[in-house]
């Protein structure tokens, strides 16, 4: 068996003992959301794209969270619509030179 056949047995196995454990113990709400879980995540998703580290280019919002930082500095009040305009026309074209 290769490498992704074992990780799905892994899994489901995990998701067994979980879900057996949530019964002994008479826990309603979380086996609706372990309900939810195998719905959606176990049987809904290829759980081969769960991992996604050497699948995409960020890995986190970091970029995202970086440019609204830049963006806070660089209107630290509301800009009219003209002033908007014109400072994200220079950040554009600063952009292109990075």
Not at 26 to 50: A, H, M, P, R, V
Not at 57 to 80: D, G, Q, R, V, Y
């Amino acid at each position: 068996m290769n490498s992704h056949v074992y990780l799905i047995l892994y899994i489901m196995d995990i998701f067994s003992l979980i879900k057996t454990k949530s019964i002994e113990k008479n826990s309603c709400q979380f086996l609706k959301f372990l309900e939810y879980f195998y719905e959606t995540y176990l049987f809904g998703y290829d759980i081969k794209s769960w991992n996604y580290y050497n699948n995409i280019e960020h890995i986190t919002n970091n970029a995202s969270e970086s440019f609204n930082n830049s963006l806070n500095k660089l209107f630290p009040m509301k800009p009219n619509f003209y002033e908007l305009i014109n400072k994200l026309n220079e950040q554009e074209h600063l952009s292109y030179y990075d």
